[in-house]
């Protein structure tokens, strides 16, 4: 990292136009200087600028324009030495779109492994990392944390936070901030608030009651407000109780009046709804949308509001005022961002290796599966997964890592680790994962049970052609061999992260790549070649899709779809084992809202003991080894209409089918779980011994799975999401534009107590191959902040780390219903074999309180409050009460 630091205010009351950096370590003056949101010299600074703007020039700098290089982006205003803010994406890492410079950054793993850490020092350090990559790579701004807090794992965007508590969440998102802001970079909490989904994202209505809105959804940004300043702030799409949240009132009685915000609120790309109800309810900065300058409200239709008094000069000096203070404190003015890559791109990948071994949560270790021991009774070992001979595992969207510096696949990590005393073979077992994965409905039709048509006996999938209209006219766009027919195309598909297998995928992202978006749009396609059953059995065949599809077997029609929705249609048909069948399946779609393009799926159902070629394949690698690991994968994303959100918990592509199909195969089966958000396990769990769940694990993932496999990494990561039993046991996505948080405060492992509910994993659970003790609780109440004091032992003989977690119970009051748990606080805790340390954990005053609607005020209920002390939250070692007065 560059070691520069921003803290350059000492120069800002006097000659204010040089440029001081210091390296290394700040000052002891300078370290006790004021945070850059309440330091008088920043204020001076930002006077001096604001009184030297023109009408003109405020409003454009409150409004963003698109930029090739940078998409977010706000223009210099060089007459009075304004910079530019080139801004970057996301939450995960920098993604650079300037084609210019060489685009490969840190892929860090996903939010949800951060949070999984429990490690707000490691998370700092991600953050100063990717501060320091987005300054080196031109940016001075970041366009993360993303703080959301899923109301379901179902949320395509899930993976990009840190968990369902809003505690764990606060705290990770201070140090990632904090990080990031050591850089001459300013960190941008994202997204105010009460966005939960993609379904419907622009429009859906987010009804959420006051108190619910206080404790949950918005307390990471008070958190983060109050530890770490954050100098922006972004608004989501969606409306809250009715009101839009770039519009919504909440920008300014709740962000900067109750929490103090200081920085200014920028709106997400197309989310600025209005111009003066936007400006007077808290939008400082309008980010661009799709449709070109002539479409803002703000810029030109700003300054026309001003001139009608529709917006008051007042406001749009304070819009203004709230840009610059973060510029100036942070130290945009004195360093500019350059695009020199002068970052130390090894040590950043170490980092995100570490994030990665301490973020990887052991679910599950029977008969000691785990750790595998080369040599002795380990000759032999399959690696099993659709995606584990490639790191194609990461969230889609925005916070797409396209371009990493490194890349280590599962495959090549346990390879390297087993070393030559091992045998390593590889069967993908399924198709790769994309973008398609996303419809609901039955698995598409595997590509070993494909031909195309005109190829050879060794040839898979079908002969796919592309229109970019919907009326097969003229020469195909592209002329491929498709793996499957399993397409949905759209904005998913122009930040892709889908596997390097799935043809179809990589094919509208190469063009999406180079600025053509027609197949995104309107289309037309056609399959041809042959299916063949692999066992005579009887089988489900058929299409799910939006549009007008045809599905011919033997050149007879066997189904169709039409409409504007996506609709499943099948039927049964016997097929012979071996036998091929003639396939055509001709599709054609309009565009929806600019967003949408083609969806069509061909599946299949079949029976239990059907496998297809490649999953038998895979079983009988795995029979033949010593043990088995198979690395399971699904895709996330954002988007911007229907089929963006997961359809079930269900691993695509047959995969869960392909973990018992192995475990029967061989007991020493491991599973790696490479998902952003829990995915379901109580349909394969009973046919492995251990579960390894690693989230998005970055671009060091292979080494950090074989470290944690072979034992010389101790596993030590925590559930920050709890891992449902099924799709009843958590919210659904809804699809009638209005999302009801009926559940209240219940969210996550909150409403799993409250409605006595038995999840797989419950949160905060972790498993290591260390056991730790916990004995001598103290308990110390009052007036202020409670503590909880006990000792943590390492009963191994192993060196390991332990998550000690502190749960209240409900609170002394009949005022409100409150969770029968939720989290107080956390301290991990690195002991060696046999160490035994004495732990105190702060219980804050605020999480002995409660939202009261009627007096706007938090209320502390005193009386007696059960503490619990433990390895989960239902791991509970100690427990006592705590006197609150």
């Not at 001075?140 to 968990?163: C, H, K, M």
Request: aromatic fraction near 8%.
């Amino acid at each position: 990292m560059s070691g520069t630091s921003l803290r350059s205010r000492a120069a800002l009351a006097g000659a204010l136009s040089v440029a001081v950096i210091f390296v290394g370590a700040p000052s002891a003056a300078l370290a006790q200087a004021p945070p850059w949101d309440a330091d008088p010299a920043v204020e001076q600074r930002v006077e001096q600028l604001l009184d030297q703007l023109t009408t003109e020039e405020k409003a454009d700098l409150a409004t963003g324009e698109l930029n090739n290089f940078f998409g977010f982006y706000n223009n210099p205003i060089e007459r009075v030495g304004i910079p530019a803010q080139p801004m970057a994406d996301g939450p995960i890492g920098v993604r650079v779109a300037n084609p210019e410079i060489d685009r490969r950054t840190t892929r860090f793993p996903s939010g949800t492994a951060m949070g999984a850490t429990w490690n707000p020092a490691l998370v700092e350090q991600v953050g100063a990392a990717i501060g320091d990559e987005a300054f080196h790579t031109g940016h001075n701004t970041q366009l993360g944390p993303s703080v959301d807090i899923p109301r379901s794992p179902l949320w395509g965007r899930a993976f990009e936070g840190y968990g369902e508590d809003p505690l764990l969440s606060g705290t990770i998102a201070s140090g990632y901030i904090n990080g990031i802001q050591s850089n001459p970079v300013m960190a941008t909490i994202k997204h105010f608030v009460g966005y939960v989904q993609e379904t419907d994202r622009f429009t859906y209505d987010a009804r959420v009651d006051d108190r619910t809105l206080h404790e949950i959804y918005a307390k990471p940004y008070e958190l983060a407000i109050q530890n770490s300043h954050p100098g922006a702030a972004m608004c989501a799409f969606n409306r809250i109780n009715g009101v839009y949240a770039c519009e919504n009132p909440l920008m300014n009685t709740l962000l900067k009046g109750d929490y103090g915000f200081r920085g200014f609120v920028m709106s997400d790309y197309n989310a600025t709804p209005s111009t003066a109800r936007a400006a007077n309810n808290g939008l400082d900065q309008e980010q661009p949308g799709d449709q070109g300058p002539d479409s803002a409200n703000f810029g030109a239709r700003l300054v026309a509001a001003v001139a009608a008094g529709d917006v008051s000069e007042g406001r749009l000096d304070d819009m203004a005022r709230r840009i610059l203070r973060p510029m100036v404190g942070l130290g945009l003015f004195e360093t500019l961002p350059r695009a020199d890559r002068a970052f130390d791109a090894d040590a950043h990948s170490a980092l995100a290796r570490q994030v990665a071994q301490e973020g990887s949560v052991l679910l599950k270790n029977e008969r000691r599966v785990l750790p595998l021991r080369p040599g002795g009774r380990l000759r032999s070992l399959a690696v099993i997964g659709p995606d584990a001979d490639n790191a194609s595992a990461q969230g889609g969207g925005s916070a797409v890592i396209p371009f990493a510096t490194r890349e280590i696949s599962p495959l090549a990590g346990i390879r390297a680790r087993a070393g030559d005393n091992v045998r390593v073979t590889y069967a993908a077992g399924t198709d790769g994962v994309n973008e398609g994965d996303l419809l609901g409905g039955p698995v598409p039709v595997p590509s070993t049970l494909l031909r195309p048509a005109g190829g050879g006996a060794a040839d898979r999938g079908l002969h796919a052609r592309y229109w970019t209209n919907t009326t097969f006219d003229g020469a195909p766009k592209v002329d491929q061999t498709d793996p499957e027919v399993n397409v949905n195309f759209g904005f998913q598909n122009w930040f892709s992260a889908a596997s390097p297998k799935a043809t179809q995928s990589a094919t509208v992202a190469a063009f999406a790549a180079r600025g053509d978006f027609s197949l995104t749009g309107s289309i037309s396609a056609r399959w041809e070649g042959n299916l063949i059953a692999p066992a005579t059995a009887e089988y489900t065949l058929g299409l799910t899709a939006r549009g007008d599809a045809t599905l011919r077997i033997d050149g007879e029609v066997f189904a169709t779809t039409s409409g504007d929705r996506v609709v499943t249609v099948g039927r049964a048909i016997r097929l012979v084992g071996g036998e091929p069948h003639t396939i055509r399946i001709d599709y054609s779609a309009a565009a929806l809202n600019g967003y949408q393009g083609g969806q069509v799926r061909f599946f299949w159902q079949h029976p239990e003991d059907v496998l297809s070629p490649a999953m038998r394949d895979a079983v009988a690698d795995a029979r033949a080894a010593d043990a088995a690991v198979v690395v399971v994968r699904d895709y996330e994303t954002e988007g911007a209409a229907r089929e963006a959100d997961r359809p079930t918990l269900d691993l695509p592509k047959e995969q869960d089918l392909l973990i018992r199909a192995v475990g029967r195969a061989n007991p020493n089966t491991v599973v790696v779980v490479e998902t952003g958000a829990p995915s379901k396990t109580s349909t394969w769990e009973d046919s492995v011994g251990a579960i390894l769940h690693a989230w998005y694990p970055g671009q060091e993932q292979g080494g950090a799975i074989a470290d944690l496999l072979f034992g010389d990494v101790n596993p030590s990561g925590k559930l920050p999401a709890t891992v449902p039993a099924d799709e009843g046991q958590v919210p659904g996505i809804e699809v009638d534009d209005v999302v009801d948080f009926d559940e209240g405060v219940f969210v996550g492992y909150r409403g799993f107590g409250q409605r006595g509910l038995t999840p797989s994993y419950p949160f905060g659970h972790g498993l290591s191959y260390s056991r730790f003790a916990y004995r001598r609780l103290q308990l110390r109440g009052g007036t202020g902040d409670a503590t909880a004091t006990f000792t943590l032992r390492n009963a191994s003989n192993r060196a390991g780390s332990e998550v000690a977690q502190v749960y209240i119970g409900r609170l002394p009051t009949r005022f409100v219903a409150t969770p029968p748990r939720q989290l107080a606080g956390f301290v991990r805790v690195p002991l060696a074999a046999r160490q035994r340390e004495r732990v105190t954990v702060t219980i804050p005053r605020r999480s002995l309180s409660y939202w009261d609607s009627g007096s706007q005020h938090w209320v502390t209920p005193a009386g007696r409050v059960q503490v619990y002390v433990g390895s989960s939250s239902e791991d509970v070692r100690l427990a006592g009460v705590v006197n609150v007065r």
